[in-house]
């Protein structure tokens, strides 16, 4: 194990600098909006949203890393999203006045801000372009869903699990794509439990999987990565054997 | 019908149902008006192809627009129903990135009015209350994909039929529901491959749920509608036999 180099969240200074909305946000504003924002750390594994109460806050990730996450009437985790920092969450709600969507976790420590809905409602009317950004990130969540519920409508769940590590490894390992290399890595080693709730199979289904593909020569482990030798050959298995 | 002679073919030409463009005056909404491109399209007539690159933006004055997926192997996964006063197309005249969806006319006549990307989003930078508006749509789109990925990962493919016509009789009879009553009208009659596209299953099994659950009394044809004589066992019935 190499020493863990990365500051405690809690250590991190409550800044909303690095926060993507706020970009174009001039200093002594962004200062003036620090201001008024609420700043907690989370313990990992710590619930932030909870799907049950009623605050309209929205959130945003200074140091960390959270998870959005629902279950279903029978405990199973249907994970959503990842926002690590600089992001947003919480913002259906402060948005439209409705009830939460989804709960929210942290993954890690974090640090997170949270302004008021009336607040975030007053930036995003007084700075078009807050808004703009805004209206891009839920555009690219709209389109993310609308994938998923094709790969949910359409593929088998093995399949979704093929989808789900080519969509790590372009995550992970973005240059091997770029240069259409046929070999990525996924850093770190990505959870069995994390990829059955992003797909929505059983835990027992991507162990599987992953070692059948391990057997074929399309998977290699690492000590902390796992690495597709074939991105050509698993891209191509999406689209074959649909299993549902 | 209205006696007065027939209108001149740009009386149609409007933009003033376009729940988007509330916030606009009458003059910069006829301002917008004649830059806007009017199409009127056949029922099945494609609107938006998914290959194209244009990132135009759609009203729909008039008529009903579908937005809509197809799989590699030819399988309907519909998303939306759009009405008169909706917007399409919003997505990439946002972001810039390929069309995420095609959308078909699905009423003769459907009439839109277009227009290209940029003096969308002047509108969007010029007017922050249309952009809030956008923003609640958004959102909503959020919404419900969360519901339907929820109900695509934890619900058997019956399951899915329940919670659907549970759905379009809220919104077809939404008093019915307000008033608690057990009973509810779809109007009209639903078509089963809508059913089965809109919930990711085959047309044979919406049809085989539809008549068992008019054969335990719990559903009935009338005419042109669709009877919903027992909505607490079909809610209950969501909840039950998880087949997938």
Avoid at chain 1, 101 to 126: D, G, K, N, Q
Avoid at chain 1, 142 to 151: A, L, Y
Avoid at chain 2, 181 to 195: E, M, Q
């Amino acid at each position: 194990m190499t020493p863990k180099v990365s500051t405690s969240a809690a250590k991190v200074a409550q800044s909303l600098a690095g926060i993507e909305l706020f970009k174009t946000l001039p200093g002594p504003e962004r200062q003036a909006l620090e201001r008024r924002c609420r700043w907690r750390t989370y313990a990992e594994g710590e619930q932030i949203i909870d799907r049950e109460n009623d605050t309209q806050d929205v959130f945003f990730v200074v140091a960390g890393l959270t998870r959005v996450v629902n279950y279903s009437p029978g405990g199973r985790e249907v994970s959503f999203d990842e926002i690590g920092p600089g992001g947003v969450f919480g913002e259906l709600a402060a948005i439209d006045g409705r009830p939460r969507s989804a709960a929210v976790i942290a993954r890690s420590e974090t640090l997170a801000a949270s302004l008021p809905a009336a607040t975030f409602r007053e930036m995003l009317e007084t700075h078009p372009p807050i808004a703009n950004a805004l209206l891009r990130r839920l555009a690219a969540v709209v389109r993310e869903s609308t994938d998923r519920i094709m790969d949910l409508s359409t593929l088998g769940a093995h399949n979704r699990v093929y989808a789900e590590l080519l969509r790590q490894a372009r995550e992970s390992d973005p240059k091997a794509f770029e240069t259409h290399a046929n070999r990525a890595r996924i850093h770190p080693m990505p959870v069995h439990s994390n990829i059955a709730a992003r797909v929505s199979t059983a835990r027992e289904t991507v162990a599987r999987v992953l070692g059948d593909l391990t057997r074929k020569g399309i998977l290699e482990r690492e000590a902390d990565a796992l690495v597709i030798l074939d991105v050509g050959r698993l891209t191509q298995m999406v689209k074959e054997f649909r299993g549902e | 019908m209205p006696s007065t002679p027939a209108p001149a073919k740009s009386a149609s030409h409007t933009l003033a149902g376009v729940d988007l463009l509330k916030a606009l005056t009458p003059g910069e909404r006829q301002q917008l008006e004649r830059r806007c491109r009017w199409h009127s399209y056949q029922e099945d007539e494609q609107i938006i192809d998914r290959e194209t690159a244009s990132a135009d933006v759609f009203f729909v004055i008039s008529g009903q627009a579908r937005v809509v997926n197809y799989s590699p192997a030819g399988r309907e996964v519909s998303f939306d129903d759009i009405g008169p006063g909706g917007v399409f197309g919003e997505l990439a005249a946002l972001d810039s990135r390929p069309r995420s969806a095609s959308v078909v006319a699905k009423k003769p006549d459907t009439l839109t009015a277009s227009i290209p990307a940029t003096a969308f989003r002047e509108v969007l930078h010029s007017h922050p209350q249309c952009a809030m508006t956008l923003l609640c749509r958004l959102a909503e789109v959020v919404r419900e994909s969360t519901d339907r990925i929820m109900d695509l990962s934890t619900l058997g493919a019956h399951n899915r039929i329940f919670a659907e016509l549970l759905r379009q009789a809220r919104e077809s009879d939404p008093k019915a529901f307000d008033a608690h009553a057990n009973r509810a009208v779809i109007r009209p009659f639903p078509v089963h491959a809508d059913i089965a596209s809109r919930v990711s299953t085959a047309r044979e099994t919406v049809a085989r749920v539809l008549s068992d659950l008019s054969k335990k009394g719990i559903v009935a044809r009338e005419r042109d509608t669709l009877v919903i004589l027992d909505i607490a066992r079909l809610s209950k019935m969501v909840k039950e036999f998880k087949i997938d």
